[in-house]
């Protein structure tokens, strides 16, 4: 019997051969991305001693090696039990007889933030991308989370929060990448369709409240325990997936360029987002060039792993100068930087729907709308546009759901708009950044909180409105915000999968 490995989650399967119209159980990419393997005698101890070290970890999670967001080093494991108690009280995952089945993971990290002998890790995928620019067979574009730029540094001797996105731009640039590109553009992308999206079903009657669909964790639990929500959720993709599918059509067409050679690289706070890339949803540039085999998005580092990358090349953090995004896709607007706080995606996306429904730039009130700012785990706010009133809600952390849906079955629910993020925080707390032992995990998120309000506040674009590259690319090739194409390429649609309940 042969053994056949996926190339971008690893999962490994035992056949004589693959059926034509195979895909991968985990992260359904087709035959063709799976390479057979030989495995040697060590290997196999080594797996077997593996297998026996987990089975006496009963009070930890169990991480299974097809997981591809994050894997665990068995021996560091201290069996103390506090990643299955954050994965079942603070992620809301549910671990109903878990003595004979597992849960599935929603792969939000939060086991690893939390994990106190670093038994649990990010899966990492930094090798094979720089093994790739060393070959210099491909395009490599990268884009970088907003997240990612006050929380990098910290692990190069700065103080926690420390902006800096100049300074990241520059080391990208000395690893390979031939094109550097911001998340935040994907961002303001996002804020264009929902705020859009959320005008059109208020207007349309349509299903009220509309949920945020940016946070993959929050995307697969709903998928899982929520499905009845679905109908609720934005249809709207991630920044990084309405990124990487512009970057493979719009991008490739400006710049003359074959998409197949682009290899997209992403560099974000989120280890779910290693799992999203791979959903079957998002493979928009295979369906507008009307070829197989092209995935919006390649690779997916975290910030940690970015770490690892600039160290190991030798480049010195401190003395590097700042440098600029690449232009075409380049920096987005205040709104977009936000999105990495909890309460910035309804932040930003009120600042686009005011401008939507009246016509006109929102006041100071909306472009520093503390209402929906810090760490409670669920915020309320109540905003007047046109003398409409529009109550909305910020939840992190998937166990406050519970209580929203409660409050919908009874028909109790008045809000219009709600953000989820699963990170307290948001994303600038995920489970690929930095994780600094000995100091109070909220005093970090809100430095980091802090570096990214900062940076919206001195911007002098604060609206995804507003935003010249975004207005180019609706004129030169979307046309308008919910655009037939838009909705080909920016939007998408969710299934129950509850029938997965345990994996």
């Given at each position: 019997?042969?053994?056949?490995?996926?190339?971008?989650?690893?999962?490994?399967?035992?056949?004589?051969?693959?059926?034509?119209?195979?895909?991968?159980?985990?992260?359904?990419?087709?035959?063709?991305?799976?390479?057979e393997?030989?495995?040697?005698?060590?290997?196999?101890?080594?797996?077997?001693r593996?297998?026996?070290?987990?089975?006496?970890?009963?009070?930890?999670?169990?991480?299974?090696?097809?997981?591809?967001?994050?894997?665990?080093v068995?021996?560091?494991?201290?069996?103390?039990?506090?990643?299955?108690?954050?994965c079942?009280?603070?992620?809301?995952?549910?671990?109903?007889?878990?003595?004979?089945?597992?849960?599935?993971?929603?792969?939000?990290?939060?086991c690893?933030?939390?994990?106190?002998?670093?038994a649990?890790?990010?899966?990492?995928?930094?090798?094979?991308?720089?093994?790739?620019?060393?070959?210099?067979?491909?395009?490599?574009?990268?884009?970088?989370?907003?997240?990612?730029?006050?929380?990098?540094?910290?692990?190069?001797?700065?103080?926690?929060?420390?902006?800096?996105?100049?300074?990241?731009?520059?080391?990208?640039?000395?690893?390979?990448?031939?094109?550097?590109?911001?998340?935040?553009?994907?961002a303001?992308?996002?804020?264009?369709?929902?705020?859009?999206?959320?005008?059109?079903?208020?207007?349309?009657?349509?299903?009220?409240?509309?949920?945020t669909?940016?946070?993959?964790?929050?995307?697969?639990?709903?998928?899982?325990?929520?499905?009845?929500?679905?109908?609720?959720?934005?249809?709207?993709?991630?920044?990084?997936?309405?990124?990487?599918?512009?970057?493979?059509?719009?991008f490739?067409?400006?710049?003359?360029?074959?998409?197949?050679?682009?290899?997209?690289?992403?560099?974000?706070?989120?280890?779910?987002?290693?799992?999203?890339?791979?959903?079957?949803?998002?493979?928009?540039?295979?369906?507008?060039?009307?070829?197989?085999?092209?995935?919006?998005?390649?690779?997916?580092?975290?910030?940690?792993?970015?770490?690892?990358?600039?160290?190991?090349?030798?480049?010195?953090?401190?003395?590097?100068?700042?440098?600029?995004?690449?232009?075409?896709?380049?920096?987005?607007?205040?709104?977009?930087v936000?999105?990495?706080?909890?309460?910035?995606?309804?932040?930003?996306?009120?600042?686009t729907?005011?401008?939507?429904?009246?016509?006109?730039?929102?006041?100071?009130k909306?472009?520093?709308?503390?209402a929906?700012?810090?760490?409670?785990?669920?915020?309320?706010?109540?905003?007047?546009?046109?003398?409409?009133?529009?109550?909305?809600?910020?939840?992190?952390?998937?166990?406050?759901?519970?209580?929203?849906?409660?409050?919908?079955?009874?028909?109790?629910?008045?809000?219009?708009?709600?953000?989820?993020?699963?990170?307290?925080?948001?994303?600038?707390?995920?489970?690929?950044?930095?994780?600094?032992?000995?100091?109070?995990?909220d005093?970090?998120?809100?430095?980091?909180?802090?570096?990214?309000y900062?940076?919206?506040?001195?911007?002098?674009?604060?609206?995804?409105?507003?935003?010249?590259?975004?207005?180019?690319?609706?004129?030169?090739?979307?046309?308008?915000?919910?655009?037939?194409?838009?909705?080909?390429?920016?939007?998408?649609?969710?299934?129950?999968?509850?029938?997965?309940?345990?994996?």
């Amino acid at each position: 019997m042969k053994k056949f490995k996926c190339k971008i989650c690893g999962y490994v399967i035992e056949a004589e051969n693959l059926p034509n119209d195979f895909a991968c159980p985990m992260c359904e990419v087709s035959r063709e991305l799976f390479e057979e393997i030989e495995e040697k005698k060590e290997e196999k101890k080594l797996e077997k001693r593996i297998e026996l070290i987990e089975d006496k970890n009963d009070k930890c999670i169990r991480v299974s090696k097809n997981n591809p967001s994050i894997t665990k080093v068995v021996e560091n494991c201290i069996n103390c039990g506090l990643c299955k108690k954050v994965c079942k009280e603070k992620v809301g995952v549910n671990y109903e007889d878990d003595e004979v089945k597992v849960p599935v993971c929603i792969n939000c990290g939060q086991c690893v933030a939390n994990c106190p002998k670093d038994a649990l890790r990010p899966k990492q995928t930094y090798r094979y991308v720089r093994e790739l620019i060393s070959k210099n067979e491909n395009i490599m574009v990268v884009s970088t989370a907003p997240a990612v730029r006050v929380s990098l540094a910290e692990e190069f001797g700065y103080e926690i929060g420390t902006f800096a996105e100049g300074k990241m731009i520059t080391a990208l640039r000395k690893l390979g990448f031939d094109y550097v590109l911001d998340v935040t553009f994907g961002a303001d992308l996002t804020i264009m369709e929902e705020a859009q999206e959320f005008v059109n079903r208020i207007k349309n009657g349509g299903r009220l409240p509309q949920f945020t669909s940016c946070c993959p964790a929050w995307v697969k639990y709903a998928e899982i325990y929520y499905p009845e929500l679905l109908p609720y959720i934005s249809t709207c993709k991630s920044p990084i997936s309405m990124q990487g599918s512009i970057i493979k059509t719009y991008f490739c067409e400006k710049m003359d360029i074959n998409p197949k050679k682009i290899v997209n690289v992403v560099v974000v706070p989120c280890t779910a987002k290693k799992y999203e890339i791979n959903r079957k949803e998002f493979e928009s540039a295979s369906d507008y060039w009307e070829v197989s085999g092209i995935r919006d998005n390649d690779y997916v580092i975290t910030t940690t792993e970015l770490v690892k990358m600039i160290q190991e090349a030798g480049i010195d953090f401190s003395n590097l100068e700042d440098g600029k995004y690449d232009s075409i896709l380049g920096k987005g607007s205040g709104a977009g930087v936000i999105f990495g706080n909890t309460g910035g995606v309804m932040e930003a996306a009120l600042r686009t729907a005011y401008h939507i429904l009246t016509g006109e730039v929102p006041p100071k009130k909306l472009l520093d709308f503390k209402a929906v700012r810090g760490l409670d785990g669920v915020k309320e706010a109540t905003v007047m546009i046109n003398k409409m009133k529009i109550k909305v809600a910020v939840v992190q952390g998937l166990t406050n759901i519970a209580s929203i849906v409660e409050k919908m079955n009874h028909n109790e629910l008045d809000y219009r708009f709600i953000e989820v993020m699963n990170c307290v925080g948001g994303c600038i707390g995920g489970g690929g950044q930095p994780i600094h032992k000995g100091i109070n995990k909220d005093e970090i998120r809100l430095k980091r909180i802090a570096g990214l309000y900062h940076d919206d506040k001195n911007l002098s674009i604060r609206c995804s409105f507003e935003n010249k590259d975004i207005k180019r690319v609706y004129q030169d090739f979307l046309k308008y915000p919910g655009s037939r194409l838009s909705e080909k390429l920016l939007h998408t649609r969710y299934t129950t999968k509850k029938h997965i309940f345990y994996k």
